[in-house]
């Protein structure tokens, strides 16, 4: 084996060995739910790229299927370096292939998809590159014949070099044929099968020590709980003779009343049934719940009404992001246009909303703009203090999520709160009428 042979094995098995230990960390965070490590800078987010659907495939994480690919790469690479005509090294031909492919569409995905980069991630697939590199030039560099079996292999422990005279180009060739069908067999699976990532609902348990005073027991005693943001007379009087009327709504999870008439509601304001969504429109949970909060205010109608409360995960906006973590790339971006087209024209806001949360990802920021834009003129751009204003009552909002300790989506209740994006509208469905009493309207005749 020649000095050049050695160092490439050597480097490529460091290489292997680097990207096996990283994929194994970010197994690890995948069934353990646990904090990645972030990244400072913006655009990248760890927990936001393994958070996704692309992060699985039939429910298996994706950095497992790696780790196997690069752990096997260190077991081929010395044989293949011994016997550079032999089977080992097409096995290290394919391997190499798929490890180069899953890294182009990984990086993609997480461009383009995803809008977030893992810097975890990208190391994978930079060994990635490098081993692919080498692996060519060990095949190049050992082009002119077979390398015999000689008696310094012998030193090295567990590698058995063989000579393969079967081997040839043409077996390279259907070994890189073989490589380019495990990525399309990956990218076409996620894409046809992709992989369920909703959360099922789950109570918060709330601190309510120091936050808004509940109404008086004995009014609870005489109706459920939901009736306590049910309009009353009180509430349908103005404060003043000349102002507007005014309803202010009381949840547990919130240190002070909300007034519905001054908050981006979906639905009337004056429904029966009134509920709370802490969200952030870059947030993946948060979108899978859209289409479930969507059916449930078409199966309610009328009586059912969702307050929109933007919680958006990005430093920007919020000051409780984990340390050194900048959070969703544009997730600010988004909230504030969508505070923005409430405030300039509420009776737009639904649209523009249900329109950000579409689909599996969020349009892209020049999207959102030009749609706010045709909605409601250029002050949702032009604007600076309107601007002002919504970044300072964002903030405020992620200063009311961070004591629950929850992760988003929230529905908060009366008495009570739920996290996650749920697994069906009628889980949906169940968790509202249980909370709250409410019961589908009778279909009129």
């Given at each position: 084996?020649?000095?050049?042979a050695?160092?490439l094995?050597?480097?490529i098995?460091?290489?292997?060995l680097v990207?096996?230990?990283?994929?194994?960390?970010?197994v690890?965070?995948?069934?353990?739910?646990a904090?990645?490590?972030?990244c400072g800078a913006?655009?990248?987010d760890?927990?936001?790229?393994?958070?996704s659907?692309?992060?699985r495939?039939?429910?298996?994480?994706?950095?497992?299927l790696?780790?196997?690919?690069?752990?096997?790469?260190?077991a081929?690479v010395?044989p293949?370096?011994?016997?550079?005509r032999?089977m080992?090294?097409?096995?290290?031909?394919?391997?190499?292939?798929?490890?180069?492919?899953?890294?182009v569409?990984?990086?993609?995905?997480?461009?383009?998809?995803?809008?977030?980069?893992?810097?975890f991630c990208?190391?994978?697939h930079?060994?990635?590159l490098?081993?692919?590199c080498?692996?060519a030039g060990l095949?190049?560099g050992?082009?002119?014949?077979?390398?015999e079996?000689?008696?310094?292999?012998?030193?090295i422990?567990?590698?058995?070099?063989?000579?393969?005279?079967s081997?040839?180009?043409?077996?390279?060739?259907?070994s890189?044929?073989v490589?380019?069908l495990?990525v399309?067999v990956l990218?076409?699976?996620?894409?046809?099968?992709?992989?369920?990532?909703?959360?099922?609902?789950?109570?918060?348990?709330?601190?309510v020590?120091?936050?808004?005073?509940q109404p008086?027991?004995?009014?609870?005693?005489?109706a459920?709980?939901?009736?306590?943001?049910?309009?009353?007379?009180?509430?349908?009087?103005?404060?003043?003779?000349?102002?507007?009327?005014?309803r202010?709504?009381?949840?547990a999870?919130?240190?002070?009343?909300?007034d519905i008439?001054?908050?981006?509601?979906?639905?009337?304001?004056?429904?029966?049934?009134?509920?709370?969504?802490?969200?952030d429109?870059?947030?993946?949970?948060c979108?899978?719940?859209?289409?479930r909060?969507k059916?449930?205010?078409e199966?309610?109608?009328?009586?059912?009404?969702v307050?929109i409360r933007?919680?958006?995960l990005?430093?920007?906006c919020?000051?409780?992001?984990?340390?050194?973590?900048?959070?969703?790339k544009?997730?600010c971006?988004?909230?504030q246009?969508?505070?923005?087209?409430?405030?300039?024209?509420?009776?737009?806001?639904?649209?523009?909303?249900?329109w950000?949360?579409?689909?599996?990802?969020?349009?892209t920021?020049?999207?959102?703009?030009?749609?706010?834009?045709?909605l409601?003129?250029?002050?949702?751009i032009?604007?600076?203090k309107?601007?002002?204003?919504?970044?300072?009552?964002?903030?405020?909002?992620s200063?009311?999520?961070?004591?629950l300790?929850?992760?988003l989506?929230?529905?908060l209740?009366?008495?009570?709160a739920?996290?996650?994006?749920?697994?069906?509208?009628e889980?949906?469905f169940?968790t509202?009428?249980?909370?709250?009493?409410?019961?589908?309207?009778?279909?009129t005749?």
């Amino acid at each position: 084996m020649s000095t050049t042979a050695k160092v490439l094995a050597t480097l490529i098995t460091l290489a292997a060995l680097v990207a096996v230990g990283v994929s194994s960390y970010l197994v690890w965070d995948s069934v353990s739910g646990a904090e990645v490590a972030s990244c400072g800078a913006e655009g990248f987010d760890c927990q936001d790229v393994l958070a996704s659907s692309w992060s699985r495939w039939l429910g298996v994480p994706v950095a497992l299927l790696g780790g196997v690919v690069y752990a096997a790469i260190a077991a081929v690479v010395w044989p293949a370096a011994l016997s550079p005509r032999g089977m080992a090294m097409n096995a290290l031909l394919a391997l190499s292939l798929m490890a180069i492919g899953a890294a182009v569409w990984f990086v993609g995905l997480q461009l383009f998809q995803i809008q977030s980069l893992c810097l975890f991630c990208l190391t994978v697939h930079a060994c990635g590159l490098a081993i692919t590199c080498m692996t060519a030039g060990l095949y190049v560099g050992t082009r002119d014949g077979q390398v015999e079996v000689v008696a310094s292999a012998s030193s090295i422990p567990g590698i058995v070099a063989t000579r393969d005279a079967s081997s040839s180009p043409l077996h390279a060739a259907a070994s890189l044929i073989v490589g380019a069908l495990g990525v399309a067999v990956l990218a076409i699976g996620q894409i046809v099968l992709p992989t369920d990532t909703s959360k099922a609902m789950q109570e918060v348990e709330l601190n309510v020590v120091g936050r808004a005073e509940q109404p008086d027991t004995e009014a609870a005693d005489e109706a459920p709980d939901f009736m306590q943001n049910a309009p009353t007379e009180e509430d349908a009087a103005p404060s003043t003779p000349a102002g507007p009327p005014h309803r202010l709504l009381s949840f547990a999870a919130l240190p002070s009343p909300v007034d519905i008439d001054v908050e981006p509601v979906l639905g009337r304001a004056d429904a029966t049934y009134v509920i709370v969504e802490m969200m952030d429109y870059a947030c993946s949970h948060c979108r899978q719940l859209q289409p479930r909060l969507k059916a449930a205010r078409e199966r309610y109608g009328d009586q059912f009404a969702v307050i929109i409360r933007p919680v958006p995960l990005a430093d920007g906006c919020n000051n409780h992001l984990p340390e050194g973590r900048r959070g969703r790339k544009h997730a600010c971006d988004y909230s504030q246009l969508a505070m923005a087209v409430w405030e300039l024209e509420p009776k737009k806001f639904a649209e523009f909303h249900d329109w950000l949360l579409e689909g599996r990802n969020p349009p892209t920021i020049a999207q959102a703009r030009k749609r706010a834009l045709n909605l409601v003129g250029d002050r949702v751009i032009l604007d600076k203090k309107l601007k002002s204003q919504i970044t300072e009552r964002l903030r405020q909002h992620s200063d009311e999520w961070h004591p629950l300790n929850s992760g988003l989506p929230l529905l908060l209740f009366s008495d009570s709160a739920i996290t996650g994006g749920g697994k069906s509208n009628e889980e949906l469905f169940r968790t509202l009428e249980s909370k709250l009493g409410m019961q589908p309207p009778a279909p009129t005749e």
